[in-house]
């Protein structure tokens, strides 16, 4: 087995120190004003510290037409910059790397709208009954340049790139699914209608932040959706053709929202859980694909790295429990990540490990994953 998982490489556009990531997870830690707050700095330091190669960052909101929630990241304006900045210095004088995810919620919110909901068509999210209004062409015109806006204050800030989030029912996925996307016009009717809006959007950024500034892009390999005409694998590879040939300099593999058969974040009964789609599109892209979703186990992650094209695992859950989980492989300690997958660290008060709470804040939080249960059924 050729083993270079903890090794040097230059993955998507930027070297890194191995090829073990963190997948993007959301904080919910930014101040009332979407400023980077020192609770999370000391969340990156610590990932930093804990060796993990690259740092995908929680989803980033940017644009006016979005209603991300209050604890998000705020990049829509130049004051963001200084605060991020200082976040990005701290991973790198720390020797990880930060890329920044960046995305619009669109109508997928876990909480009351502050403005109109707008989506690709009028289909009603069934994750919270909302029925969107329909983005006019004028309006996807802003949203690209706003996408192109913010990823130029994110390079500005010494970010080493930016990853458009494409997946999981927000809503670029949903302009992605013939199920929410009824379109008539060039931004929906087919695969390649659907992934227009992305195509834009990779070309916005691109001009906005020049050629080599790297651009990822993370997307679901299936929706897992209940509907017949659900977006599926077939799907997903026109996509990943489109976006390849877009110039994107990487893509993650994921899978599943928040209401179809499968969530982005099963429970532990499921691993590696989207390693075959991720294998089949490595062997058929020729760009980098990381894969994420359900790696647990220090064997598994070197033999996938050394066994197939894929370029990068990336962990979420794992390095909420453990961020020095990669320093713990590394230094020879090869047992399995202590994350049991319960999804507890969905902490409406901030993304927290469920073992780490006490007292009352447990019992509260018991109750946030009752609820969770049985909103999303075992597989969450
Ligand atoms: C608390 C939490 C927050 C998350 N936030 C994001 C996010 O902001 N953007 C995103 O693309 N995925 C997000 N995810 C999904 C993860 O990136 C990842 O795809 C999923 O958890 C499966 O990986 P894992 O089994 O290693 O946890 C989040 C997951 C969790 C548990």
Same mark, same amino acid.
């Given at each position: 087995?050729?083993?270079?998982?903890?090794?040097?490489?230059?993955?998507?556009?930027?070297?890194?120190?191995?090829?073990?990531?963190?997948?993007?997870?959301?904080?919910?830690?930014?101040?009332?004003?979407?400023?980077?707050?020192?609770? *999370?700095?000391?969340?990156?330091?610590?990932?930093?510290?804990?060796?993990?190669? *690259?740092?995908?960052?929680?989803?980033?909101?940017?644009?006016?037409?979005?209603?991300?929630?209050?604890?998000?990241?705020?990049?829509?304006?130049?004051?963001?910059?200084?605060?991020?900045?200082?976040?990005?210095?701290?991973?790198?004088?720390?020797?990880?790397?930060?890329?920044?995810?960046?995305?619009?919620?669109?109508?997928?919110?876990?909480?009351?709208?502050?403005?109109?909901?707008?989506?690709?068509?009028?289909?009603?999210?069934?994750?919270?009954?909302?029925?969107?209004?329909?983005?006019?062409?004028?309006?996807?015109?802003?949203?690209?340049?706003?996408?192109?806006?913010?990823?130029?204050?994110?390079?500005?800030?010494?970010?080493?790139?930016?990853?458009?989030?494409?997946?999981?029912?927000?809503?670029?996925?949903?302009?992605?699914?013939?199920?929410?996307?009824?379109?008539?016009?060039?931004?929906?009717?087919?695969?390649?209608?659907?992934?227009?809006?992305?195509?834009?959007?990779?070309?916005?950024?691109?001009?906005?932040?020049?050629?080599?500034?790297?651009?990822?892009?993370?997307?679901?390999?299936?929706?897992?959706?209940?509907?017949?005409?659900?977006?599926?694998?077939?799907?997903?590879?026109?996509?990943?053709?489109?976006?390849?040939?877009?110039?994107?300099?990487?893509?993650?593999?994921?899978?599943?929202?928040?209401?179809?058969?499968?969530?982005?974040?099963?429970?532990?009964?499921?691993?590696?859980?989207?390693?075959?789609?991720?294998?089949?599109?490595?062997?058929?892209?020729?760009?980098?694909?990381?894969?994420?979703?359900?790696?647990?186990?220090?064997?598994?992650?070197?033999?996938?790295?050394?066994?197939?094209?894929?370029?990068?695992?990336? *962990?979420?859950?794992?390095?909420?429990?453990?961020?020095?989980?990669?320093?713990?492989?590394?230094?020879?300690?090869?047992?399995?990540?202590?994350?049991?997958?319960?999804?507890?660290?969905?902490?409406?008060?901030?993304?927290?490990?469920?073992?780490?709470?006490?007292?009352?804040?447990?019992?509260?939080?018991?109750?946030?994953?009752?609820? *969770?249960?049985?909103?999303?059924?075992?597989?969450?």
């Amino acid at each position: 087995m050729n083993n270079t998982m903890f090794e040097t490489a230059t993955i998507g556009g930027i070297e890194v120190q191995n090829r073990i990531f963190r997948s993007a997870t959301f904080e919910g830690l930014a101040t009332k004003e979407g400023r980077v707050s020192p609770a *999370m700095k000391e969340m990156y330091r610590s990932l930093a510290k804990g060796g993990v190669g *690259m740092i995908i960052t929680g989803y980033m909101g940017f644009s006016a037409s979005d209603n991300y929630s209050p604890s998000t990241i705020n990049v829509g304006n130049d004051s963001a910059v200084g605060p991020l900045a200082e976040l990005a210095k701290i991973v790198h004088d720390n020797g990880s790397r930060i890329v920044a995810q960046i995305s619009h919620v669109g109508s997928q919110l876990t909480f009351a709208p502050s403005q109109i909901v707008l989506g690709p068509s009028d289909v009603t999210d069934p994750a919270n009954g909302i029925q969107p209004e329909p983005f006019t062409r004028e309006q996807i015109r802003e949203l690209v340049k706003e996408f192109g806006q913010a990823a130029l204050r994110l390079k500005t800030a010494g970010f080493d790139g930016v990853q458009i989030h494409g997946a999981h029912g927000y809503l670029l996925s949903k302009f992605l699914s013939p199920v929410y996307n009824r379109r008539t016009d060039e931004y929906g009717g087919s695969p390649e209608k659907n992934v227009r809006i992305i195509l834009e959007v990779v070309e916005s950024i691109k001009t906005a932040c020049g050629p080599d500034f790297p651009v990822w892009i993370k997307l679901n390999c299936s929706d897992f959706g209940r509907e017949e005409k659900a977006y599926g694998f077939d799907d997903f590879m026109i996509t990943a053709k489109a976006v390849a040939d877009s110039g994107v300099d990487a893509i993650e593999v994921s899978g599943g929202t928040m209401t179809g058969r499968h969530s982005p974040c099963r429970s532990k009964i499921h691993s590696a859980y989207h390693l075959d789609e991720a294998r089949k599109t490595a062997a058929e892209l020729d760009l980098p694909i990381i894969c994420v979703g359900g790696f647990r186990k220090v064997d598994e992650l070197e033999t996938v790295l050394a066994e197939t094209n894929i370029a990068a695992v990336s *962990m979420c859950r794992p390095l909420i429990r453990e961020p020095g989980l990669v320093n713990r492989w590394a230094g020879g300690d090869r047992s399995d990540a202590a994350c049991v997958a319960c999804n507890g660290c969905f902490n409406p008060t901030g993304t927290r490990c469920f073992f780490e709470l006490q007292g009352k804040e447990r019992e509260a939080q018991k109750e946030v994953m009752k609820m *969770m249960k049985a909103m999303r059924g075992n597989d969450a």
